[in-house]
């Protein structure tokens, strides 16, 4: 009996000597084996997380609330970049101070992808402040964002195809979400009368979900926030939002407030009241581990903001 004891503590000790050398070695090769990606909005960063998941070690440029047009990237973002594997980026000159460093950077053997590339042409939306040019706010109609799932999972399996089955089902996976999303998005709006849909926000971020769930949107500011919202902007929607009886405008997070509070007093000068609806995540998500924390979240927290603000 002892000698049997004696035998199972070895055993016990042997197996326990195995698993953590085992650990050891797992946690070794997890640290080396990550592929170091370089995002630039935090819309780009969760979506890599989701695809890239444990073989990915993502490190994102902007964080909440950052204005990706007027983002000039620092010297320890350009460190970061020349140090990842692969970057991402949105493209269509979203990221619009920081064309010449990605071009740059096309021309090393970093990997650079604009999400937004497999996107159909036909599918982007004319850009009315800039001729030529096409309006970068894709993130906004979910069934364009599954494009750019598809165009980071196929980066992500050229660069590690050793694990192509794993992000192809973390792509998979995504696309039912996104999917479900979708449909939440067309019930929710649903609720309002086609007639009330016009979205006014501080600026234009919002055309491809007019275009998708059919809503008139309006932006005090144009395209790209680098366009200074003029007085004769200001008249113009003030005059429509009375015309239109609108019930709501909305602020952004990643748009300073005062130009929406300056039209809100515009409409009240011309005696009708127009509720401030909320804050709606625009180019970036909100903070981590908040609701609003990732693409899914921020997009269930704008619908129901807005729906909230139109039907009470
Ligand atoms: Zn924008």
Not at 154 to 171: F, G, M, P, R, V
Not at 188 to 207: C, G, M, N
Not at 260 to 272: D, P, T, W, Y
Request: proline letters at 2%.
């Amino acid at each position: 009996m002892k000698r049997y004891v004696g035998f199972l503590t070895a055993l016990s000790l042997f197996m326990l000597i195995l698993t953590g050398c085992n650990n050891v070695n797992q946690n070794t090769e997890e640290y080396s084996n990550k592929y170091k990606v370089v995002a630039t909005t935090t819309m780009i960063a969760d979506l890599v997380n989701t695809i890239g998941g444990e073989h990915v070690e993502v490190q994102g440029l902007m964080g909440p609330g950052i204005d990706p047009h007027l983002y000039k990237a620092s010297a320890g973002d350009v460190t970061k970049m020349q140090n990842a594997n692969i970057i991402f980026y949105n493209g269509i000159h979203l990221e619009g101070k920081m064309g010449d460093l990605l071009e740059d950077l096309e021309k090393t053997n970093i990997k650079t992808v604009a999400v937004a590339k497999d996107i159909d042409i036909s599918d982007l939306i004319q850009s009315e402040d800039f001729e030529g040019n096409y309006d970068p706010h894709i993130w906004f109609d979910v069934s364009l964002w599954m494009k750019a799932v598809e165009t980071v999972k196929e980066s992500l399996i050229e660069l590690d195809n050793e694990h192509k089955d794993y992000y192809e089902e973390n792509a998979k996976n995504y696309i039912e979400r996104l999917k479900n999303l979708d449909q939440y998005v067309v019930n929710e709006i649903e609720k309002i009368p086609e007639e009330s849909r016009i979205l006014v926000t501080a600026h234009d971020a919002f055309s491809y979900f007019g275009r998708a769930y059919k809503f008139e949107v309006k932006g005090l500011q144009g395209i790209s926030t680098a366009s200074e919202a003029g007085t004769s902007n200001v008249k113009e929607l003030a005059d429509f939002i009375v015309e239109k009886k609108i019930p709501a405008i909305f602020i952004e997070s990643s748009v300073p407030r005062k130009n929406i509070e300056a039209l809100q007093e515009a409409v009240k000068a011309r005696g009708f009241n127009v509720e401030i609806g909320g804050e709606l995540f625009s180019d970036s998500l909100g903070e981590p581990n908040t609701e609003a924390g990732t693409y899914e979240g921020t997009i269930k927290h704008n619908i129901d903001t807005i729906v909230n603000s139109f039907i009470e």
